[in-house]
């Protein structure tokens, strides 16, 4: 592997933006620390401990941080979109579309579908043997949360195209109308009382978020202080004299959460750090600029995603490992407790590492094979387009179900609400299967391949 990360590095083009690349990086990395650190877990299950001690919930204003990977998501987006369009400038939109949807969801899903088959015939195998209480069961149930996150990603792959033509002609305007309808959408939930209104904002205040990510691939966040300043202040006086938490990070037992369903608050905070961040572009370049740092960068890249799917495994496997051997977890946020975080991040990180050694694999691209219609541009199939739409819908409605229901009661047939439908663990695993492969068929032969900024 090393090898091959000091070739990926060195073959690193003069115009790439590789600061985009270590924000994805450390976007994610500082989402998988913070869920080591949050978790409050006792011998009678999983508990918040910024619910246990509240006066560190200011922290989630700096470390809830997902804004800034949907943000660079819009930026590679538009870049693999319009390259896409360039290289087959006389191909069919439907062609462009379904190639731009499997070259984005492949490194995407290839692992997602790894990690659920895996997770989901352990399940089986653990329930039919008769267990799933304790520490297993809040596992099973909370192992696949963070696949909300995938699900996202996926309506926003799935709707680059259409909000890049809005981009493209009313440029920050686009955004103020995602921006408005997250307010409205607020208005109708906290003023009138309108119920189920306040789950629109799922989209709108994401899609908003990676409207930016445009915006900044056409050099049209100029005043990155003036950004951050505003979506500050307006988050402190929305917390501060509005119905919003302070915390950005959901909060067990809340009755209104920032992130679940978003609110404008969240969104405002998602403006002061993508302006933070820009304002931090051009001494991180230059970091970027020594070749043992970019490598560094090159290397995490390359197994972010499948880090990231596991590294709740991980964490729930060191807490398992040490109640197995008999060692005491001590009371959330007490002396004891505060002491172990260093063994329990260090074997957490150490077993993640170890299944990304198992699983990285499935996380890299796969390349075309010599004389397959991919490599020899043979035209797309007619209605290609409409087959990649229906299967990113199939494959989002599968992640967000699996997030929702776990694994937890598959012998029981438990579900959980999608949408007003309820959905069960198999319901939902098969949608993401079959999705995936309708994206897979409609993807081929259209002769169109993409590259640049990876998701």
Request: net charge positive; charged share 10%.
């Amino acid at each position: 592997m090393g090898s091959s990360v000091r070739e990926l590095a060195g073959a690193t083009p003069a115009t790439r933006d590789r600061y985009v690349d270590l924000l994805r990086v450390a976007s994610l990395g500082a989402v998988v620390l913070g869920h080591w650190l949050m978790a409050a877990v006792t011998p009678d299950g999983v508990g918040n401990l910024l619910a246990v001690v509240p006066e560190l919930q200011p922290l989630t204003w700096l470390l809830q941080v997902m804004p800034v990977f949907f943000f660079v998501g819009g930026f590679s987006h538009a870049l693999s979109y319009r390259s896409l369009l360039r290289k087959r400038p006389a191909g069919s939109e439907d062609s462009v579309y379904s190639a731009f949807l499997r070259a984005r969801l492949q490194r995407l899903l290839r692992p997602t579908t790894v990690f659920v088959l895996v997770w989901g015939a352990a399940a089986l195998l653990v329930q039919l043997l008769g267990g799933g209480g304790g520490l297993t069961g809040v596992t099973l149930r909370m192992v696949t949360q963070p696949l909300w996150f995938i699900g996202i990603y996926l309506a926003m792959v799935a709707f680059t195209p259409s909000l890049l033509k809005l981009h493209e002609r009313y440029g920050w305007g686009a955004f103020a109308g995602l921006a408005g309808a997250a307010l409205a959408v607020d208005v109708l939930r906290f003023a009138a009382e309108v119920p189920y209104v306040e789950f629109l904002n799922f989209a709108f205040v994401w899609l908003a978020v990676h409207q930016l990510g445009f915006l900044r691939a056409d050099g049209r966040i100029r005043r990155p202080a003036l950004l951050a300043g505003a979506g500050l202040v307006t988050a402190i006086a929305l917390v501060a004299f509005g119905p919003y938490p302070l915390s950005m990070v959901g909060m067990p037992g809340e009755k209104v959460s920032n992130m679940a369903p978003p609110t404008l608050a969240l969104l405002c905070h998602g403006l002061w750090l993508v302006g933070a961040v820009e304002l931090l572009r051009a001494p991180a370049a230059r970091l970027l600029e020594r070749p043992r740092v970019w490598r560094t960068v090159v290397a995490a890249n390359g197994v972010a995603m499948t880090a990231f799917l596991w590294h709740l495994t991980a964490m729930f496997g060191v807490y398992g490992a040490l109640l197995a051997l008999g060692v005491g977890l001590p009371e959330p946020a007490s002396a004891a407790w505060w002491a172990q975080v260093p063994l329990r991040l260090a074997l957490a990180a150490a077993l993640t590492a170890g299944l990304v050694a198992a699983f990285r694999a499935f996380e890299r691209p796969v390349s075309a094979a010599p004389g397959s219609p991919e490599a020899l541009g043979s035209p797309g199939a007619t209605g290609a387009g409409p087959l990649a739409a229906l299967g990113a819908t199939l494959c989002l409605l599968g992640v967000l179900g699996l997030s929702m229901v776990g694994f937890g009661g598959l012998l029981d047939g438990r579900t959980a609400l999608l949408i007003a439908v309820p959905v069960s663990a198999p319901a939902a695993v098969a949608m993401t299967l079959g999705g995936w492969l309708l994206v897979e068929r409609a993807g081929r032969g259209t002769g169109v391949r993409a590259g640049l900024q990876r998701p």
